[in-house]
């Protein structure tokens, strides 16, 4: 659980044909860093670090600030919970670099968690996942709504 960052160099561009040195090369590059990271500051450090380079230069940046739901938030623990009874098996809560739409709604000031069985294969390139796990998680999210409203009226 936040472990350490993600950097992938997405894309390069250069040349114009293969028997000549290109003039120009740029690259898209993709930096994912866990929650509470701020990312302000990393991206100082990548412009101090660029701006010690000759010819090289940063043309564009987006970015936003990670969020995250603590571990013992009542739907942190329904979805443990309802995941468990399906599953037969205990599940950790984790971080993830991505940014997704609970991004937004806990900007907002809702409650989210991203959730989903799978494969050790998300965004590559064999991207997949299994029938089973895709019969678990849609049991899961049938059963959260009542697991959830009943943890959250304890709390």
Known sequence: MLQHPTVNLGTMHDGEAVNSAPTVATADIDIRLTASVPTASVLERIR???A???GVEIQST???EGTYELPGRPLVEAVQTVSEA?????TFAR???GGGDAKALRN???STVEFALGTETAHAVD?????Q?????AQISAHLPAEFDSSSTEA
């Open 133 to 137: 796990a895709l019969c678990q998680t």
């Open 86 to 90: 399906v599953t037969g098996e205990r």
């Open 108 to 110: 907002d000031g809702l």
């Open 52 to 54: 010690e380079r000759q």
């Open 48 to 50: 101090a670090f660029v």
């Open 127 to 131: 991207e997949r996942t299994t029938r």
């Open 95 to 97: 971080s993830a670099t």
């Open 62 to 64: 987006d970015w936003s």
